[in-house]
């Protein structure tokens, strides 16, 4: 029987440290490498030993807004290898090489029954940390995985594929979720409006699903990634009104389907102008509450749709895995900036400011692994 606090024997046999480094949120814009306890785990749990944790813009959020309460280990995108079970866990063992999802929802309540998983109580709480409130807790060395992680939201990674590329599993499923919401028809075509990792993963799965993908960025480095992976149709924003040169690809309609994955609100206005009568916006990005004027006959008389999505969908694991470790797409190219977790904290000033040619940032502790 483990119990928590008192290290089993497996990990006794991984000489597991007692303190570790962790890149800890104190306050608004203060990250802090500090040394903080390993987390003790109970029956049913895992330790995780940490090698890449991407980095994501809600962590970037949280820590430029304070919307949430200090001190907390952030990082979410996590994969790594078990480096202890806690009693009872079979389908785990030290060694294995495993992603984590950082929550996973009832499958029971209201929510979940209407398949809005992300608005189950359950789901909205966390189920990893490195210490402190329950976080995501990738931005440290080692993660405790709660037992209903374990069961449902832990997954093996095959051999031959990276932790690199198995961290993008959870902004997969992300991005999916948001696809489906669009419901694509084939032949549809859709301006895929920010070319950052996120968009770009959203422009390879709307053409996954039959449609012809319109992208546009500012920032020709990033049409130039857009470009290299196929997409040939592309929008300079700085240079073109991305509007106008939509409706000219369209025969004057304009894109069935537009996909907002910047944050700024005042593209909301151009991507609903961008889309044709009847159809569909999603917004991505827009995670601040606040304010913003739309024109309401574009919603009732011209019927365009403006929807939204956010975090994952338990629903769509399965085909989030498939898709990240069967390498439909190779996603480690879109990471730019690899930071060991000493860096982690410049790691998350960088992110928090990105460059023309910034495109995913990670913080791997187990860059120091041997
Ligand atoms: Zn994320
Ligand atoms: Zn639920």
């Not at 060395?141 to 939201?153: A, F, H, L, S």
């Not at 390879?204 to 149709?233: H, M, Q």
Request: glycine share 10%; aromatic share 6%.
């Amino acid at each position: 029987m483990a119990i928590a606090g008192q290290p089993t024997i497996e990990e006794r046999l991984h000489s597991i440290p007692s303190a570790m480094l962790a890149a800890v949120y104190r306050g608004v814009n203060d990250v802090r490498l500090e040394s903080v306890p390993v987390p003790a785990i109970g029956p049913g749990e895992l330790l995780l030993k940490v090698h890449t944790c991407g980095v994501c813009g809600t962590d970037l959020k949280k820590i430029a807004t304070g919307s949430h309460s200090a001190p907390r280990i952030f990082g979410h995108e996590t994969s790594g290898i078990v480096a202890a079970v806690g009693a009872g866990v079979r389908n785990f063992q030290p060694g294995d090489r495993v992603v984590v999802f950082h929550h996973i929802p009832c499958r029971t309540c209201y929510y979940c029954r209407h398949k809005t998983f992300a608005q189950c109580p359950t789901y909205k709480k966390v189920g990893c940390t490195a210490g402190f409130e329950p976080s995501g807790g990738g931005f440290a060395e080692y993660v405790r995985v709660m037992d209903w992680i374990v069961d449902q939201g832990t997954v093996k990674i095959p051999d031959g594929v990276s932790f690199e590329q198995a961290c993008f599993v959870e902004p997969v499923n992300t991005c999916l979720k948001g696809i489906e919401a669009l419901r694509l028809e084939p032949g549809e075509t859709v301006l895929s409006i920010g070319q950052g990792p996120i968009g770009i993963i959203l422009s390879v799965l709307a053409r996954r699903s039959g449609a012809t993908v319109i992208t546009s960025d500012l920032y020709p480095e990033r049409l130039r990634i857009s470009k290299s992976l196929g997409f040939e149709r592309t929008i300079d924003a700085s240079q073109q009104d991305a509007v106008r040169a939509v409706r000219e690809q369209t025969e004057g309609r304009g894109a069935d389907t537009v996909i907002l994955a910047v944050g700024s609100n005042a593209l909301i206005r151009p991507a609903m102008d961008a889309a044709r009568p009847g159809g569909r916006i999603l917004l991505f990005a827009q995670t601040q509450r606040g304010e913003v004027v739309v024109d309401p006959a574009a919603i009732c008389v011209d019927e365009k749709a403006l929807l939204g999505s956010y975090s994952a969908s338990v629903d769509l694991q399965e085909e989030s895995v498939r898709f990240v470790m069967n390498r439909e797409m190779d996603l480690e190219r879109l990471i730019s900036h690899r930071f060991p977790l000493q860096e982690g904290a410049r790691a998350l000033e960088l992110a928090a400011h990105p460059q023309p040619s910034s495109m995913k940032g990670v913080i791997q502790p187990g860059s120091a692994w041997a």
